[in-house]
């Protein structure tokens, strides 16, 4: 869950830079922009 709304993988995030989810690990949340950069968000 993120903002109050739930996402499957692979889904768009922000559609005006390309984010989309791409997972769970070991409690960090994955995210991939349209350049290919993986962000980390640590919960």
Known sequence: ?????N???NEVIQPD???I?????DQ???FKD???VIYVKIF
């Open 28 to 30: 960090e949340l994955r």
């Open 17 to 19: 830079t390309g984010l």
């Open 21 to 25: 989810f791409i997972g769970v690990s």
């Open 1 to 5: 869950m993120l903002n109050g709304k």
């Open 34 to 36: 349209r350049n290919g």
């Open 7 to 9: 996402y499957k993988m």
